[in-house]
């Protein structure tokens, strides 16, 4: 029964891992390109940039430039902050033999840990004093970032905690427990990177202080082998960050990924061309930390070699030679297979010599090769036939690369044919290829066309251009062409362009023939908006007959109001009132203009120059109103 458990627990951990384990790792074009990033910090405008560049070169194992003048430095730039002090601290350390002793400092870090500061400011505080030598009360620390991760329990407050835990004394179980809730939170991507919605700043700080936690509990942290892979993955992903900051976080996870005690993942790479030739028939793979570092002496095997268009398995439990002056790096002589041309995938596996338990991803790494063939063209005929296929077509064999010693001539009533096969050098099978283009040059005006030929069942290409039908692509212009066969595919060594012939094409004249020659990137006329024309107005009888009855109501107002009597003692004489009475007859006066005179778009220009003052009187107007009101009542 155990047999049967064991045997089920390795298929889940293959399963698993399948496609995550990580297929590069921080070279020496990488480690370089960081370097100088850290070193363009300088000089240092402040502790945050001196400590991010200083540790960054650290990490490197570089030495830092004029080290004594950066430690004079820091005591110049430091300010009496938290957040500076721990930076400049953290330099310090870094560089080693640099004391920053200021009087003050002891009390600006102990008065942040307390209940109510930011989780941040409890950690770098805490920190601070353990770089500087400084008494610090554990107990309190731990309490207070306790207190503030109930406030503040994003994953990057998390991570502080856990970097300050660390370096705690007592008990840190409860800052332990804490790592598999928060590596839950992580966004899945691909379903193959993990990360935090704070990007690669906040993953690398969660991931980087659960080891460094679990390092100080002597406890491996609660993380999923896959999603430790999947976590490498993103790193690495992110590995040509250029930022300060983000490159000193993403060196020393990776560093601490590659160091700590639980959990080393594994990187397989291609170290050789993806493509496999006669020429180069050895596939190689570099197995490292990744860091890039050696992982002692290994067993590799290639699991099994799929074909990706048929799925054929052509290489399966195949062992790799290791190479005698690297022992990272192995090879398999992947043409001894027999292996058709096109895309494999190769499934490896990886097994120390000396059992590492701490090892992840030693099963399912998958790296992509393509084999790769040379092709010959063969039985090439190349002639002239009738469109109503009246005769038999003339044809002309040719042989590559040699072209037709005569010109072809072919008129409307005419076709150009050709037919050819393709042939696998290796296998000497007849194939197709992705790209098989006919190319048709004009000799004068350097004007190309060009056509797609078309393989029937037996593998054989044609092609056949009806000259008068495709007149048109041509422009209807006569004259000589240059004839070219074009083949090409990914997996096809020696793909080639191939001058075929010089042929001679007429195509018909006429109209149809000038109204087709007009350059079609020429530029056209100018499109200008023209309103429609307005429709013929009513006779102004009528006209002035439908005003005088629209302004008859208002006129028997005015008249009833001089009956009745109109008291307007209640209008406020203010500049509200009138200004919003005014501006709103001058809309009345737009409309009226807009009747007679002006266009929609001239309209709403003037309309919306008076909306601002009618808007502005009319608030203070009813505001005024409102205020009234409400003092009578």
Known sequence: MWK????????NAVTVTKGLVPSTFINTSDKARLNSVFLSASPYGDTQSAHYAISGLKLLGEAVPNSQDVCKT?????????????????????????????PEFKQILTDVIK?????????????????????ADDAAVSSSLLAALKTDDSPASHGYAFMAAAQLKGDISKFVDNIED?????????????????????????????YKLAGKSNKAPTIAQDKVLKFSNYFLSRKHVHQ?????????????????????????????????????????????????????????????????????????????????????????????????????????????????????????????????????????????????QATAARTTRLAHPNKAASILEADYHQKIVMKFQLKDKTSGQLMTAH???????????????????????????????????????????????????????????????????????TFPEGGAAKKDQVDQY??????????????????????????????????????LWFRIGVNISDFPPTLSAIGFHLCLGGIFVLYY??????????????????AIPTFFFGNRLLSSIASKSAKKN
């Open 74 to 102: 820091l005591s110049k730039i430091i300010d009496k902050t938290v957040s500076s002090i721990y930076h400049a601290s953290e330099a310090a350390k870094a560089l080693g033999n640099c004391k920053i002793d200021v």
């Open 182 to 210: 928060v590596v839950a939170q992580a966004d899945e991507v691909d379903e193959k990177y993990l990360q935090f919605e704070g990007g690669l700043y906040v993953t690398a700080l969660v991931v980087d202080g659960s």
């Open 593 to 610: 203009f807009y009747w007679i005179q002006l266009n929609m778009f001239e309209t709403l220009r003037y309309l919306g120059i008076l």
């Open 522 to 559: 020429a530029k056209k006329p100018e499109i200008k908006h023209k309103f429609n024309e307005p429709e013929k107005r009513p006779p102004a009888s009528l006209s002035l007959a439908f005003t005088g009855l629209v302004l008859a109501p208002f006129l028997i107002l005015i008249i």
């Open 244 to 388: 300060l900051k983000s490159a000193y976080h993403f060196l020393s996870v990776i560093k601490t990924l590659t160091t700590n005690k639980f959990h080393i993942p594994i990187a397989v790479s291609l170290a050789s061309p993806v493509a496999v030739t006669q020429a180069d028939p050895a596939v190689k793979v570099r197995v490292t930390d990744l860091m890039g570092g050696s992982l002692g002496d290994l067993t590799i095997t290639a699991d099994s070699a799929r074909h990706l268009g048929d799925d054929a398995v052509v290489i399966s439990k195949k062992q790799f030679s290791a190479a005698a002056s690297d022992k990272s790096l192995f090879e398999l002589n992947f043409l001894q297979a027999k292996p058709a041309k096109g895309f494999y995938k190769l499934t490896i596996n990886v097994s120390p010599k000396q059992p590492n338990s701490k090892l992840l991803g030693t099963a399912g790494a998958e790296v992509s090769v393509k084999v790769t063939t040379q092709v010959s063209v063969e039985n090439v005929e190349l002639g002239v036939a009738d469109k109503d």
């Open 4 to 11: 049967v458990f064991v045997f089920l627990s390795l298929l």
């Open 435 to 505: 790209q098989t283009f006919v190319r048709l040059t004009n000799r004068d005006t350097k004007q190309e066309i060009i056509f797609v030929t078309e393989s029937d069942s037996t593998l054989t290409n044609k092609f056949d251009l009806d000259v008068g039908t495709n007149a048109k692509e041509f422009g209807y212009k006569s004259g000589k062409y240059t004839m070219e066969l074009i083949v090409g595919d990914a997996v096809i060594e020696n793909p080639f362009s191939w001058t075929v012939a010089d042929v001679s094409l």
């Open 115 to 135: 209940d109510g500061s930011s989780v941040q400011d409890i950690a770098f505080a805490f920190l601070a004093l353990k770089n500087l030598g400084l008494a």
